[in-house]
């Protein structure tokens, strides 16, 4: 039974602007988390990304911010620089409602200077990672006095990431009767450790799907340490999906098979923690703005990452920890669309595979990958190709100013130009392959917003 938001006792603004967002029906997370949110109460919730966690918990946040009030109200704790971007967007939308309530976003990869200055003027929501947050802290750059609801997102993967010691001192540094929220996808005993140290009487919800097994068709092929790399290859050709994700369990891997499938002709892209942070962010850009066709990725870079119509999952490997195997196959088949998800699996890894199907409840849909050949013409040539710009928020860049450059200046067709994100002192566009000529050139003699901007492809 699908519950709607104006089940609960919300103020009409805010179901006015859920409503504007298409928020009508609660995900069953939000069902089952938000009514003892609502009452103040310590939670506990086990929920995936993409579960709808984020407006959960910052619904919770929002009715308690006093946005007359300057100091930092709520807290939020992400693992990863792309999940706080993620997170204070999401509550940006939702704060709408609300006049003049600043959200901040910490983490590291970025000078000092400019968060410091963002400080000063007053934010009443922070999104951070722990280590930058616990710096601004030690500096006295951030008082943590004034907050009343601290939120763990993705707790598990904080923790695997070796942030226990830094989420220790940053909630020391909030006061006692505040309201906690811890959301992780995976309980293991560290975190029931964490939860006793920091939190009062939790309550436990738990939502038992972790993605609609029926808008997700999963097959798996036995593969031999020779021929994996070419039956990934032919399987990404005889499926030929416009988005597909590649998971890889290892670092070494993930950069080795991108390059692979680069060399193929491939439109391909590593994702993972040795990456320069630009380099990272860029990449799932490309991704997101139909620019890249194949993201190839470890867990802990993919983690966080909320991006819908993700056509087709490869598990490059079976992942050792069942979770997180399951995890990736739930990448693909979201917000209603249909989903691929396909295992490549060695007599090494039967005994994971094995953990898997106990874990999903649910058979390997073992197929034979003997009869797929490598075909050229399955390659999936992006549709888009993103530009960036030497001119973002800082200088005072919207996404209209960018749209009106190319289509009223440029002359470039509204149909052609696709995802614009903005950062501090960059932004981006997605424009179709046939206008990227046009586009570059009216960069390197136009204007944008009365400045030249400079402008390369990505």
């Known amino acids: 039974m699908h519950q709607a938001f104006s089940s609960l006792s919300l103020p009409q603004p805010l179901l006015e602007n859920l409503d504007s967002l298409r928020y009508q029906v609660m995900t ?136 226990a010691e830094e989420i220790a001192a940053v909630t020391t540094a909030t006061p006692k009767q505040r309201q906690t929220l811890l959301f992780s996808a995976t309980y293991p005993a560290q975190i029931a450790r964490i939860s006793a140290d920091i939190q009062r009487d939790p309550e436990q919800v738990k939502v038992e799907s972790l993605h609609d097994a029926g808008s997700i068709t999963q097959r798996s ?18 499926f030929s999906p416009k988005s ?21 002709g491939f439109s391909a892209a590593p994702l993972h923690g040795d990456m320069e942070q630009v380099a990272r962010q860029e990449v799932l850009i490309q991704f997101a703005s139909r620019s890249l066709a194949v993201l190839v990725a470890t867990d802990v870079a993919a983690r966080g990452l909320d991006i819908e ?55 390997f849909n073992w197929s034979d990958a003997s009869k797929i050949r490598f075909k050229a013409s399955g390659i999936t040539e992006p549709l888009y190709r993103t530009l960036r710009m030497d001119a973002g928020k800082k200088q005072k860049i919207r996404p209209g100013d960018i749209l009106g450059a190319l289509t009223k200046d440029a002359d470039i067709s509204g149909d052609d130009i696709g995802k614009i994100t903005l950062a501090q002192n960059c932004s981006y566009v997605a424009v179709k392959m046939r206008s990227v000529k046009r586009a570059l050139a009216h960069f390197r003699e136009g204007k944008l917003k009365g400045k030249r901007v400079r402008a390369r492809k990505l």
């Open 28 to 163: 069953p997370i939000q069902a089952a988390s938000l009514p003892f949110i609502l009452q103040g109460r310590d939670v506990i919730a086990q929920a995936s990304t993409g579960s709808g966690k984020t407006v959960a918990f910052s619904i919770g946040l929002l009715l308690k911010v006093d946005e007359q009030d300057s100091r930092v109200q709520a807290l939020v704790l992400c693992p990863t620089r792309e999940l706080a971007d993620q997170v204070s967007t999401e509550i940006r939308r939702l704060a709408r409602y609300k006049d003049n309530l600043k959200v901040l976003t910490l983490y590291g990869g970025v000078p000092m200077a400019s968060q410091v200055a963002s400080l000063r003027h007053g934010a009443q929501v922070v999104v951070g990672t722990p280590g930058r947050t616990l710096d601004h802290m030690l500096r006295r750059n951030l008082d943590l006095g004034a907050v009343s609801t601290l939120v763990l997102d993705e707790a598990d993967r904080m923790l695997d990431m070796g942030f």
């Open 221 to 238: 092929y036995e593969v031999t340490k020779d021929n994996r790399l070419a039956t990934a290859q032919a399987l990404l050709t005889h």
């Open 244 to 264: 597909a994700i590649v998971f890889c369990n290892s670092r070494i891997d993930c950069q080795q098979l991108a390059e692979t499938l680069c060399e193929k």
């Open 309 to 363: 119509d993700v056509e087709l999952v490869l598990n490059y490997q079976v992942s050792a920890d069942p979770e997180v195997h399951v995890h990736r196959i739930g990448r693909t088949g979201r917000a209603g669309n249909k989903g691929l998800a396909l295992t490549l699996c060695s007599p090494e890894e039967v005994k994971w595979a094995a953990a898997v199907e106990e874990y999903q409840q649910q058979k």
